[in-house]
Structures are given as structure tokens and as C-alpha cells.
């Protein structure tokens, strides 16, 4: 209890106080009472055993040990306080500081001042670990998302250097083909220009001819009745060559060029491929890429990046792709993330290091700040702060100064104040913890200024008319104090009673001020209840709200049965009407889109906005067809309307959406990833369409 205000008896004598003077009724008799009160606080004190040097004066904080003076002796000082400078009184207490006899520290309500302690003024240097610790917390989270950018863009960065060498590789295996394709078939053209050749070929001389197909493996001579050499098998077959004689035809010299790994290593020779990378021949489609287009796919259980040309020329379907290792740019993307990691983790220790160097001083000024503020609450009010520089430190310093001039002067007229206004707040916390309930507040709010102003009876009045009544109101003095601030009525109190002073309707008036705020803040919290459940702009159950709705929902079908069906709605093409027409517009298609599901919806459904350009649906009792069946509705309401721009341009709206049903496709997660592939299923084939959930869908 070291250094806390002691409450429970201070509020037993103020309640004692407040129904004393309710019974006498009489406004001349205060001082009377107030001296009653004070001689029965002295008498509780010596009944419950406090000792002169051991005082516990729970109204005034004083401390055991304090080293303040007796009780007899506070009144003695009061009442010669009061004969030299006044009816103004004095308590020994935490405003106005003693010393007794002896010498001893004056009376310390907060046990060793506003620290404490040394030793919580010394552990203030805290304060720069967390100081730096605030700051790395802080800076974690974008120092995360831009080593998150940098890593995905270096990523991209690696990817698209290995997809350029790739597609120039291909380009140049292309070409590597075609010249070899061209030197077979150039080989086959000077045979068959051969005299030799042509007149083995007119005599039938088979090993003439076996003989000169000898060094040339890759043609093929086909005649009337005869065919020589190899077969074409699985390689490319180029242009053949006619050889005629003086009786016509005599045969074809056919050219063909094998597709096989020794095939490829030579275009890859020609094509200059770096180390990892290859050429392979596959079957069209094997790849299963668009010609021309490069993507990460496995090849002989292996991940590669890899592109793929069209049809070759001289086959029926057979292509040239070029592969590279997908470990070989993932290694080179960890290379990259490992410097930027580097880079952002010494950023951070530097930063870290100027929040502590700033920390530091930070806490020096305010040692000074609380040195000087325990000297002021010791009584010391000559103490002040050192002020240097023109920093928020030091307009502080010097505020703290001038608080320091203007303290003495004003203990003087708090002290005066205070017995009226103890009682009347006392009573009045009640107000302030009663409840967010306008009406309950009111009628708290009424009791506390009947019982600060020993009204007979009083009643709330607001615009619909009289809202609360407390007593009887037939009286003939009566006090009307306005329930308002800025904008904000809630109606007047009217207090009656036989007399009023002007101390009372002072207190009226205050009571009341404060009721005011009670009261905002119940209106404040009702305003922040429903932002925190309804989407601002188009009207709609938030995310948050739709969550929670949907968990219910899932809960009340799991336990009685039936299905529940759960629709996302995503607009189509609307970063397109932000970016043309501009966000206002932007706004007014949500809005029209909202009002389309709000029109369509049954009153049990829920309607929200997902996220975005977003929309969720949740329709308890509905399987899955009858989500289809609705959704086609709405999107069919939504194709329907056009949107007018500020500046008269017609828009036209449409949406896709995806549906799924508990309990086919599970709860909670699995149902709203349902939903979700659904709808990238119907955003896949065009847009503009509903589809229903059956396989989780790829996202582009």
C-alpha cells in the first residue's frame, strides 16, 4: 500500500458527511458539520488505535512512519492558520506539506515522491532497451516486407535472365538444326550429281552403289524395285533429290537427319549452351508447353526450366526444347536473398544503435524531470527543472516550471473546493462505470446530481419526452442544466427542491458537464459497435462480421442438419473502371453491386463484402444447386445494370462467382476454399459466369 491512496474510510466520511447535511437541510450550517465530521475522523482514529507518531490518515495519505505531527496538533495548526489568513483551512496532507519539531521530512503522501524510489528512478534507464526494442519491433515489419520484395524480385529477376538465355539458346539450336538438316541434304545433292552414281544407278549395280552409300550414313536411295541404305527411323527427313536417266526416273537420294542425344550435343556445340544447360528432341506435346513459352517443369524426375519450339521441320511431331536446371536459378535466387538479408540485418543493428543513443538522452531529461517532480511533491516548490536546448524536452522542462510557479497559488484555491466537490464525485464515479446503456446513465446521472444538491426530486427530459423521474417534482425552486456538447443532445435534467444555492447549481452544472461525457461515450460506443460489424461504403456485413455469421451458421447446421451454402462474388474487370473512369466510380459499382445481392438476398442470408472488389454470400438451408440457382440470379440482376459516371459514361458491370455447400465441402476453411477455386474456375473460362465447386482450381 506504499505510495497508494488509501479510500475506504474517506469514502465513509464523505457519505457520513453527505447525509448530515441532507438531514439538517440547512446551508448556513456547513462549517458546523464539517467539524463534526472531523471530530468523529479523530475519534475513529483513537478507537482503531493510531498513535501520534504512527498516524494513518486515510482521508489526507498521510504514512506510517511519516514523521507528521499528532492529530491535535494538525487542528491546532489549522485553527491558527485560520485566525491569521482567514476562514480558509488547511489539512496536513499531500498540498500542503509539514515538518514537525524534530526536524523530520514533511509529510509524504506517495511514500518517497512521484518515483517512489531511488531505485525506480535509477531502473528509468530501462527505457533505452525498450526504446530500441520498440524501434526493432517496429522497423521488423517493413524491413520484412522489403526483404519480401526484394527477394520476389530478385526471384523474378533470375527467372527471367535464365528464360532470355533459354529462348536465345532456342533460337540458335533452331538455326544449328537447319543448317545440319541443309548439310544432309547437300550431301545428297552432290551424290546424286555423281557420274558414278548415276551410272551404277542406270546398270542396277548394287555394290557399286552399296559402295558409294558407304561414307554417306545418313541417305537413302530408293529405286524402281530396290531401296539402299538406312531407314530414316526417328530422325528428320530433308528434301529429296530426283536422279533421271536417258529412260527417265532412275531413283530418289532421300536425306534424313537423326534426332538423337549425339544430334543434340552437336547443335548444342554450335549453339554455344552454357554449362547445365541441353538440348533434347521430345514428341510434341511432351513438355505440355506452348511452343515458344518457358516454364518449370519435371523432366526425368528432375525440376527444369525449359521451352520448347514448335513442330520441326522434316518431322510429323518432334520438337526441339532447351533445359536448365531449376536448382541452378534457385541456388543463384539464395544468393541474392543471402546479400539482402545481410544488408537489412545491418540496417536494423544501426538503427537499433541510434534508438539507444537517443534513448539515452531521452532518459537523462527525464531523471532531471522526475528528480525535480518528488521535490515538489516532498513540498519543495522552489525546486526547479535545468532546461537546455528548444526541444519537446524542453518546452516540457519549461512547462513543468511554470506549473511549479502557478502550484502554490492554485493549492490555495483547490484546497477551498474540494470538501464541496468530494462528495458529489464521489457519487458521480458511479456514473462513469455504470454502463453504455443511455437510459441506465440517465438515471444514474439524475440520482448523482439529486444527492449533490439535496434536490427533493428531479427528471430527465429529451426530445421524445420525459425519460426519467426521480421523486417528487412539485416543488418550488427548480434548476435546468442542457445534456449537450457541440452536436451531441441528450435532452436536460431538471432538478426541484425547496431552495437551491448558487454553490448548487454550480455543482449542477459540473455534475452535469461530466454526465455529458458518460453519455458520448455510451453514443460513441454504440457508433463503434456497429462500424466494427458494417462496411462503410456499401452498407454491408464486414468480413469480421461475415466470419463470424458464417461460424454460427456452420454450428447451427451441424448440430440440427440441413445444408448451408457459401457464394463468393468478384467483379469483374474493376481495376480496369478504377483506373479509367477513377475511384469515385469505383465506389458507386460497389455500392450498385452491393445493392443488387442486398435485393436478391432472403432475410435469413447474409450478405458481405469479402474483401476488395469481393463479395461473400451466406444462405443457411440452401445446398449447393439452389447457391447455383441464386448466384445466376445475381449475376444476371448485375449484367443487366449500366452505371452513369459523374461525367454521364455508361458502365457496365458484371461478375463471377463461385459456390460451395457444407456439408460436401467440409467447414470453416475448406468451405470458403471451395468457394474461392470455384470462382477462379469461373474467372479461368471467361468471366461473367457461375460455377460451382469440384476441384480445387489453379490460381494464375
Not at 541441353?278 to 511452343?291: D, M, N, Q
Request: proline share 3%; glycine share 10%.
Amino acid at each position: 500500500m506504499d505510495g497508494r491512496l488509501r479510500l475506504g474510510p474517506l469514502q465513509r466520511a464523505l457519505g457520513e458527511h453527505v447525509r448530515r447535511r441532507h438531514e439538517s437541510r440547512d446551508r448556513g450550517a456547513r462549517r458546523a458539520d464539517r467539524e463534526r465530521v472531523r471530530r468523529r475522523r479523530r475519534q475513529g482514529a483513537e478507537q482503531e488505535g493510531w498513535s501520534v507518531h504512527d498516524a494513518r490518515l486515510r482521508g489526507s495519505g498521510l504514512r506510517q512512519g511519516a514523521g507528521c505531527r499528532s492529530l491535535g496538533a494538525l487542528e491546532q495548526a489549522r485553527e491558527g492558520q485560520g485566525r491569521r489568513d482567514g476562514p480558509r483551512e488547511q489539512d496536513c496532507d499531500e498540498r500542503f506539506p509539514c515538518d514537525d519539531s524534530h526536524g523530520n521530512p514533511p509529510c509524504d503522501r506517495y511514500g518517497r515522491g512521484i518515483g517512489k524510489s531511488r531505485r525506480r528512478v535509477e531502473g528509468m534507464g530501462s527505457f533505452k532497451l525498450k526504446l530500441v526494442v520498440y524501434f526493432l519491433l517496429l522497423a521488423l515489419v517493413p524491413l520484412a516486407a522489403a526483404f519480401w520484395g526484394f527477394s520476389s524480385i530478385a526471384a523474378r529477376s533470375q527467372t527471367r535472365q535464365a528464360d532470355a538465355r533459354l529462348q536465345s539458346n532456342l533460337r540458335a539450336g533452331l538455326a544449328a538444326y537447319e543448317d545440319a538438316l541443309d548439310a544432309v541434304a547437300a550431301r545428297a545433292d552432290r551424290l546424286a550429281r555423281q557420274s558414278a552414281f548415276t551410272a551404277a544407278l542406270a546398270h542396277r549395280d548394287r555394290a557399286a552403289l552399296i559402295a558409294l552409300l558407304k561414307d554417306e550414313p545418313n541417305l537413302r536411295v530408293v529405286g524402281h524395285g530396290f531401296a539402299l541404305g538406312s531407314a530414316a527411323g526417328s530422325g528428320a527427313t530433308g528434301r529429296a533429290v530426283v536422279v533421271t536417266g536417258a529412260h527417265g526416273l532412275l531413283a530418289r537420294v532421300i536425306p534424313y537427319l537423326p534426332l538423337d542425344s549425339d544430334t543434340a550435343l552437336r547443335i548444342g556445340r554450335r549453339s554455344g549452351l552454357e554449362p547445365g544447360d541441353r538440348f533434347v528432341f521430345l514428341r510434341t506435346g511432351a513438355l505440355r508447353l506452348p511452343a515458344g513459352r518457358t516454364a518449370t517443369v519435371r523432366f526425368d524426375d528432375r525440376r527444369v526450366r525449359a521451352v520448347a519450339s514448335s513442330r520441326l521441320a522434316g518431322t510429323t511431331a518432334t520438337t526441339l526444347a532447351v533445359l536448365t536446371p531449376q536448382a541452378r536459378i534457385d541456388a543463384a535466387t539464395a544468393r541474392t536473398e543471402r546479400r539482402l538479408l545481410a544488408a537489412l540485418l545491418a540496417t536494423l543493428v544501426l538503427g537499433g544503435l541510434a534508438a539507444w543513443l537517443e534513448g539515452r538522452a531521452i532518459v537523462r531529461s527525464v531523471r532531471r524531470l522526475v528528480s525535480a517532480a518528488n521535490a515538489i511533491a516532498r513540498g519543495d516548490l522552489d525546486r526547479r527543472v535545468p532546461v537546455r536546448g528548444r526541444d519537446e524536452l524542453a518546452v516540457l522542462g519549461r512547462a513543468f516550471n511554470d506549473m511549479a510557479e502557478q502550484l502554490g497559488a492554485r493549492l490555495q484555491e483547490v484546497h477551498a473546493e474540494r470538501e464541496r466537490l468530494e462528495d458529489a464525485i464521489t457519487l458521480f464515479g458511479e456514473a462513469l462505470v455504470a454502463t453504455h446503456d443511455v437510459e441506465q446513465l440517465l438515471r444514474v446521472v439524475l440520482d448523482v446530481e439529486i444527492e449533490a444538491t439535496g434536490a427533493s426530486g428531479g427528471l430527465v427530459i429529451v426530445e421524445d419526452g420525459e425519460a426519467v423521474q426521480v421523486g417528487a417534482v412539485d416543488a418550488t425552486d427548480r434548476i435546468e442544466v442542457p445534456l449537450s456538447a457541440g452536436r451531441a443532445n441528450f435532452g436536460r435534467i431538471v432538478l426541484v427542491g425547496p431552495g437551491f444555492s448558487d454553490e448548487d447549481r454550480i455543482t449542477a452544472v459540473s455534475l452535469a458537464a461530466h454526465a455529458v461525457v458518460a453519455l458520448d461515450n455510451a453514443r460513441l460506443h454504440r457508433i463503434v459497435e456497429r462500424q466494427a460489424l458494417i462496411d462503410g461504403l456499401t452498407g454491408l456485413a464486414n468480413r469480421r462480421h461475415a466470419e463470424g455469421s458464417l461460424q454460427t451458421e456452420l454450428q447451427r447446421a451441424e448440430r440440427f442438419g440441413g445444408p448451408l451454402a457459401f457464394v463468393l462474388c468478384d467483379i469483374d474487370g474493376f481495376k480496369a473502371v478504377n483506373d479509367r473512369f477513377g475511384h469515385l466510380a469505383g465506389d458507386d459499382v460497389l455500392r450498385e453491386v452491393a445493392g443488387v445481392l442486398r435485393e436478391t438476398v432472403r432475410s435469413v442470408d447474409v450478405p458481405a463484402r469479402w474483401g476488395g472488389e469481393e463479395f461473400a454470400l451466406i444462405l443457411p438451408g440452401t445446398d449447393a444447386a439452389g447457391g447455383l440457382l441464386f448466384a445466376e440470379r445475381a449475376r444476371a440482376a448485375l449484367e443487366g445494370r449500366t452505371i452513369l459516371t459523374q461525367e454521364g459514361v455508361p458502365v457496365r458491370i458484371t461478375a463471377s462467382f463461385g459456390v460451395a455447400a457444407y456439408p460436401e465441402y467440409g467447414a470453416g476453411g475448406d468451405l470458403v476454399a471451395a468457394a474461392d477455386s470455384a470462382l477462379y474456375e469461373a474467372k479461368n473460362r471467361g468471366k461473367n459466369r457461375v460455377e460451382t465447386a469440384r476441384q480445387p482450381a489453379q490460381r494464375p
